[in-house]
């Protein structure tokens, strides 16, 4: 009998001004047994709020060097709903609804590779309620779009802090 992948938290949050407009995206993972914590973020030019939303979730997950059971808390109905209700018949359906591709199909099919390397629970959290890890996202996201907004970010980069490489991420 194996041992059980470490248990992390994860927390998301996007955020787009104007949509399409200037976007960021933003993760915190916990370790819960070590309270060891890191915070990423990263954004884009041009994007639309439910394209952060996914790239916070994917961005997270990536980050993780190994397998982990992952307690994902984020407010995006839209990515949790993608989730738990809409991808397994977008897989069976070739990656469509109805007769057209899904929306952002190529961050779906990231996510779905990642959820592969995972064991992933899914918590909503309802968005700018005080909680302190949506409000942190919230806070790191907003201020890479702000970036994009004012010009300091290069007009076609996708920033990200590196990866980090150690026993969890």
């Known amino acids: 009998m194996g041992e059980s992948p470490p248990?992390?938290?994860?927390?998301?949050?996007?955020?787009?001004?104007?949509?399409?407009?200037?976007?960021?995206w933003a993760y915190i993972l916990r370790h819960p047994t070590s309270g060891k914590v890191r915070e990423a973020s990263g954004g884009e030019r041009?994007?639309?709020?439910?394209?952060?939303?996914l790239t916070a979730v994917i961005e997270g997950l990536r980050s993780l060097s190994k397998r982990c059971r992952v307690e994902l808390s984020g407010?995006?109905?839209y990515v949790?709903?993608?989730?738990?209700?809409?991808?397994?018949?977008?897989?069976?359906?070739?990656w469509k609804?109805?007769?057209?591709?899904?929306?952002?199909?190529?961050?779906?099919?990231?996510l779905d590779e990642q959820l592969l390397r995972h064991e992933v629970r899914i918590n909503w959290v309802r968005g700018h309620t005080g909680h302190p890890e949506n409000?942190?996202?919230?806070?790191?996201?907003?201020e890479?779009?702000?970036r994009f907004r004012k010009g300091d970010a290069l007009p076609d980069e996708h920033v990200s802090d590196p990866r980090v490489e150690d026993s969890l991420w």
């Open 7 to 24: 248990l992390v938290q994860l927390f998301t949050d996007g955020s787009c001004l104007g949509n399409p407009g200037p976007g960021g």
């Open 46 to 53: 041009r994007t639309t709020n439910n394209r952060m939303e």
């Open 75 to 77: 407010d995006s109905e």
């Open 80 to 94: 949790l709903h993608g989730l738990r209700d809409w991808m397994p018949a977008w897989k069976a359906k070739g």
């Open 97 to 110: 609804r109805g007769n057209k591709p899904v929306k952002n199909v190529e961050l779906w099919q990231a």
């Open 135 to 142: 409000e942190r996202c919230d806070q790191l996201a907003r």
């Open 144 to 146: 890479q779009a702000m």
